[in-house]
């Protein structure tokens, strides 16, 4: 869905020299025997993560591009995102056996995209129930069949068995979940990166599943329904007062502290958008937002395929603010 397409528009000025560079980047999978880009590793008490590549959706890594994480209580496991594709939430249940014989009786989608979305399917023909937040379904049903579609061209074989199904139950605020001793809350925070984004804390091991709420490692990518204002609202008002002192598996890049997605969220949607209001200020163009310096953010990956665009998404919509 957005990810890619955004991709392809830059593959198809830039020429076949491009492609062939923005796939030779791509770090090798971390773990060959699986599906799965890493292995699960254990972030606090009951609470596992299988760290996402932190490129685009790729053949190589098998459309594990974001983190799938899994909370165990005494009952039951509740799992983090269904994943981009059947078998990539089969290998994630693999790996969930390995530490607990425990059905799977949750799958939490972070927001309605493809990576959060397809592998919903197989979870479903285990027995869970899908909960996503009411404005991710929205999403699904607008954009989820051209998401399939674009992972099946990615994926090929590895996209097999894969299905769009629908979500179980949604909500709107807060939802809280028994796995046995050990509770889950699913928190709409406000608007953020996507439509329906939302966080899993889980209290007691005090880790927040941020979702795509929080980046590292990667650039974060500006969408044209991303309203940066609100990002940094909804950051600045609920998710830090909650999350500071926490810690925070990001939608995407390694388990970490407040302080880190702090820097690389809220600090590039500042630094971006100001910039942005200089350049208006000087009645610059949309070309010269493309050109924007964004320098201090260059070694983040997917920085080639984001900087100028979302640059150019930010400018747009403060010309309007
Ligand atoms: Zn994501």
Do not use: C
């Not at 090798?28 to 292995?39: I, R, T």
């Not at 209001?277 to 395929?305: C, K, N, R, S």
């Amino acid at each position: 869905m957005k990810l890619p397409m955004a991709m392809k528009g830059i593959v198809a000025t830039a020429g076949l020299l491009l492609t062939s560079t923005v796939f030779a980047a791509s770090p090798a999978d971390k773990y060959p025997e699986s599906v799965l880009y890493s292995k699960p590793v254990q972030v606090a008490d009951n609470v596992w993560s299988s760290i996402g590549a932190t490129q685009y959706y790729s053949y190589e890594n098998g459309g594990h591009n974001n983190n799938l994480s899994f909370v165990i209580g005494k009952d039951a496991v509740l799992v983090v995102n269904g994943g981009s594709s059947y078998l990539l939430a089969k290998a994630l249940h693999e790996e969930i056996r390995k530490v607990t014989n425990l059905p799977v009786k949750y799958v939490v989608d972070e927001n309605g995209q493809s990576h959060a979305i397809l592998g919903n399917g197989y979870w479903k023909a285990q027995g869970a129930t899908i909960i996503a937040h009411e404005e991710a379904l929205e999403e699904i049903h607008e954009d989820g069949l051209s998401g399939l579609e674009n992972l099946q061209d990615i994926l090929k074989e590895r996209s097999q068995g894969t299905e769009l199904i629908e979500v179980d139950k949604t909500f709107e605020d807060r939802m809280v979940l028994d796995l046995g001793e050990q509770k889950v809350e699913l928190i709409r925070f406000g608007p953020a990166h996507s439509p329906g984004d939302i966080s899993v804390y889980v209290p007691g091991s005090e880790v927040v599943i941020a979702g795509d709420m929080a980046f590292q490692q990667r650039l974060l990518p500006i969408f044209p329904n991303t309203d940066t204002a609100e990002w940094l609202e909804t950051w600045n008002n609920e998710f830090a007062p909650f999350a500071k002192d926490k810690v925070i598996i990001p939608g995407h890049g390694e388990a970490t502290d407040f302080a880190t997605v702090d820097k690389w969220t809220r600090g590039y949607l500042e630094y971006l958008r100001a910039k942005v209001a200089v350049l208006l200020e000087e009645g610059g163009t949309l070309e010269d937002a493309y050109a924007i310096d964004q320098t201090p953010y260059q070694h983040l990956e997917t920085f080639e395929q984001l900087a100028a665009k979302n640059a150019g998404r930010v400018f747009e919509a403060m010309e309007f603010e």
